[in-house]
């Protein structure tokens, strides 16, 4: 073949794009093993799962990015990696963790493509010298990794944290429990880049499988005061069920909730009407045992008493005497009750009483923060427990006096 004297004596790079003529004279209508690439695959023009994207599917993406008829001139290989990266990004941005630059993931990717391109040429070897190709087809699905450098420190410094509560700072954070999670998740995501041994691997497995399905649900509507009864309920059911699948978690789960059966004592358990989560048919039933059940004289004081509970006890059983706390210190009629479920936002005490439990604070939290800060001042300035007495007093007794923390309410 005669060679052009522009052409002659001068070395063509491969990724160099073809004369137009010569890019003419080789096209053919597309097949199947035309558009697999070695050890890659074919393109894809999405990338999609349930997991961080792998370095397979960010090179199928780069290949369909490259058919495309608009990139047929072959635009640089940069142009392509940074359009890789920008579709890869969101996946790291959805699973909230911290990713290089855009500059240096397309950096990553373009090592990655020399590797590749390098073997290619040597893909008419039947040998796999080094063990080269082997390795990188083993890579090819491994994550495609362009978190942040202090990504893996930054997971194990909170693990650490958490392990042997030092971490002060982070139970100051609105949404500890969030973050929590979060951590657990992460930990194990990277469970191979943190090295973890395979015991640890399994348990964190286990702990995200109890935190997606069963914690996290109930976290998110655990401010609703008129969900909690069937929340409650159900959660200490499902925990049941769940001891066919992990026993040790569902049991240590069911012991902590024994001592938090609050919103299914029977004073409370009326919230259930008011909710959201209950059937007609549900609520129903709850009325009408209210309305059977005969109102004490008195009502008791001091700490209510948990119920027991199986796998078949409802909310309706949970009623009892001490049910009618809630209406009777509304001073709420009965009549509404033994209406159908449809008809009761038409009562004026119907519609009283959603109001009041509608505007209930679930307790839990806010006592238990507001006895950290009252623990933390206090120990900020005396560790004495009869001065602590008498700085108590002192702060009642200037409450008392003034009625804010202005300037001028001060100086008076």
Not at 194 to 204: F, G, N
Not at 248 to 262: C, G, P, R, T
Not at 287 to 306: C, V, Y
Not at 318 to 324: I, Q, R
Request: charged share 30%; glycine share 4%; net charge positive.
């Amino acid at each position: 073949m005669a060679v052009s004297k522009e052409l002659r004596g001068r070395k063509v790079d491969i990724s160099e794009p073809l004369p137009a003529v010569q890019r003419q004279a080789s096209r053919r209508p597309a097949t199947r093993s035309a558009t697999e690439t070695f050890l890659i695959g074919y393109p894809s023009s999405s990338i999609s799962g349930s997991k961080l994207p792998t370095n397979r599917q960010a090179f199928q993406y780069f290949l369909h990015l490259q058919s495309l008829p608009e990139n047929t001139g072959n635009p640089k290989h940069q142009d392509l990696a940074n359009e890789t990266v920008e579709a890869i990004i969101p996946f790291w941005q959805m699973a909230r963790i911290k990713t290089m630059t855009k500059y240096n993931a397309a950096q990553h990717f373009m090592t990655l493509h020399k590797k590749h391109r390098d073997l290619a040429r040597n893909k008419g070897r039947t040998g796999d010298p080094g063990g080269k190709r082997s390795a990188f087809v083993l890579e090819l699905d491994s994550l495609f990794d362009i978190g942040a450098s202090d990504t893996i420190q930054e997971i194990e410094r909170n693990r650490l944290l958490s392990r042997e509560k030092k971490d002060k700072d982070i139970s100051k954070q609105r949404g500890l429990q969030d973050c929590s999670i979060d951590y657990s998740m992460k930990m194990f995501m990277f469970a191979e880049q943190l090295e973890y041994d395979e015991e640890t691997v399994v348990k964190l497995e286990r702990l995200n499988l109890f935190l997606g399905l069963f914690y996290t649900p109930m976290w998110m509507s655990s401010t609703l005061a008129a969900d909690a009864p069937a929340n409650d309920l159900q959660f200490m059911k499902d925990m049941m069920k769940f001891k066919r699948t992990d026993p040790e978690i569902a049991q240590a789960v069911l012991q902590k909730l024994e001592n938090h059966k609050w919103y299914l004592t029977q004073e409370v358990v009326p919230f259930a009407l008011f909710g959201s989560r209950l059937s007609d048919k549900k609520k129903q039933d709850i009325a009408a045992k209210l309305h059977a059940t005969e109102k004490p004289d008195s009502f008791r004081r001091g700490k209510p008493m948990f119920p027991q509970v199986t796998a078949k006890t409802t909310l309706a059983d949970l009623v009892g005497p001490e049910s009618h706390l809630l209406l009777d210190t509304l001073g709420i009629e009965y009549d509404w009750l033994l209406q159908p479920v449809a008809t009761w936002p038409r009562s004026d005490d119907y519609s009283k009483a959603l109001e009041y439990v509608s505007n209930v604070k679930v307790v839990n939290d806010i006592a238990e923060r507001g006895v950290k800060m009252m623990t933390d001042f206090a120990n900020m300035i005396t560790t004495d427990s009869q001065q602590k007495q008498y700085l108590l007093q002192t702060v009642e007794y200037n409450r008392e006096r003034f009625d804010s923390f202005k300037k001028q309410t001060l100086k008076k």
